[in-house]
């Protein structure tokens, strides 16, 4: 088997005796050649501390005020803010960013009523996060509360239910960190790859990168409608004072370094003397 010049390069401490172009292996995923260092680096990003957001994200709530929220009509939403958090208030309808987000990362944190108030299944601590408008990942106060499995904190709406059942009691912070990947279209409007969602709840996989058979809905299976690449994200109101903080967002696309680059013919020889290669007897 070939063996990459850059590694025998590494291996021998000669870098500078080797030349390296037409020589390497190539990866065929990436176009690349494997251990190429003249690929795109990762870009840097700098943690934030716990859960706060990273650099390079869009902060939608920092504590303070609703200006990243619209209601559906582009109005100023109605929902409490206070003490570093804003809270749904019954009958004020649903909010939505005022940017529109496609593929994306979210990081959201929550609150159900730490009193249920004698409410049980869907109508203790209710809401949902919303990706593009349309497809809901149930916000609900699911401790110790027994309700359809589909509707569950962590459940893709009426589609997936939660790996498991990972909430904390009510009144206590849950976080959620979400992937979606929203749906591709055709130009007929078919749908050529159904969006994507991955969640973990309180750190907990509870859905792993499942296909959406469309957007979700009580009771219905709605099927696909084109609709543009970016939308807003729509938290909902559904009569429980559901509670939510530390809300921020990445979206999401195909960094340069993990593109593929057009393959390059490349002559697969390694051109070391003799005595070099006597050097590398066995497996690399
Ligand atoms: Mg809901």
Redesign the pocket.
């Known amino acids: 088997m070939p063996l990459n010049p850059r590694i025998a390069a590494a291996l021998l401490g000669t870098a500078a005796a080797f030349t390296l172009p037409n020589t390497a292996v190539a990866d065929t995923n990436s176009g690349y050649l494997i251990h190429d260092m003249d690929r795109e680096q990762a870009p840097v990003v700098t943690p934030g501390k716990e859960f706060e957001a990273p650099s390079d994200a869009i902060v939608l709530f920092d504590g303070t005020d609703l200006s990243a929220w619209r209601t559906e009509d582009g109005g100023t939403p109605k929902w409490k803010v206070e003490n570093g958090y804003f809270e749904a208030v019954s009958g004020s309808d649903d909010i939505f960013t005022k940017e529109g987000f496609g593929d994306c990362q979210l990081h959201i944190e929550w609150a159900s009523p730490a009193d249920p108030a004698g409410k049980d299944g869907q109508n203790r601590g ?3 996060v919303f990706f593009m408008e349309k497809y ?1 990942i ?3 106060d699911s401790h110790n509360n027994r309700t359809y499995a589909d509707g569950h904190a962590g459940s893709v ?1 009426a589609q997936y239910p939660p790996q498991v059942n990972a909430t904390r009691p009510p009144g206590e912070w849950q976080r959620y960190d979400i992937i979606f990947h929203r749906p591709r279209f055709n130009e007929d409007g078919t749908v050529k790859q159904p969006a994507r969602m991955t969640a973990l709840l309180n750190g907990i996989l509870v859905q792993d990168g499942v296909a959406l058979t469309g957007p979700t809905s009580w009771l219905m299976q709605k099927p696909y409608e084109k609709h543009p690449d970016k939308m807003s994200i729509k938290l ?1 109101d ?1 009569d429980s004072p559901v509670r939510f903080r530390n809300i921020w967002i990445r979206p999401l696309s195909q960094p340069e370094h993990l593109k593929p680059i057009p393959m390059k013919k490349r002559e697969h020889k390694v051109a070391l003397s003799p005595a070099q290669l006597d050097r590398f007897v066995g497996s690399y």
Do not use: P, R
């Open positions: 209710n809401s949902g809901e149930q916000v609900l709406y909902q559904h």
